[in-house]
């Protein structure tokens, strides 16, 4: 059974960092491009970062360029999301998804 999970979230400080996980389970992620999005309260789902099957190429949303990095480690299916500088508008549900797949999401809350 195909199943992507989250993890890595949690309250943090303005300024500090968080690493995100998505673990892949019941298939292979060396062959599939990886997605992270958010969503906030009230507001819809958004692209955060995105990195292709050889981890070759990335890309940011503009609102997160200089502050988070996507990784992965195939041999640990997993894709990982650092985030550095964070910001109280970065508060959001963090969700990786692979083709049509979501995971459950991880609460990332960003709170002085």
């Known amino acids: 059974q195909l199943e992507l999970v989250e993890s890595g979230g949690g309250l943090v400080q303005p300024g500090g960092s968080l690493r995100l996980s998505c673990a892949a389970s019941?298939?292979?992620?060396?062959?599939?491009?990886v997605a992270w999005f958010r969503q906030a309260p009230g507001k819809e789902r958004e692209g955060v970062s995105c990195i292709t099957s050889r981890g070759d190429s990335t890309n940011y949303a503009d609102s997160v360029k200089g502050r988070f990095t996507i990784s992965r480690d195939n041999a640990k299916n997993t894709v990982y999301l650092q985030m550095n500088s964070l910001k109280p508008e970065d508060t959001a549900v963090y969700y990786c998804r692979v083709g049509g797949d979501w995971g459950q999401g991880t609460q990332v809350t960003v709170s002085s």
């Open positions: 019941g298939f292979t992620l060396d062959y599939y491009a």
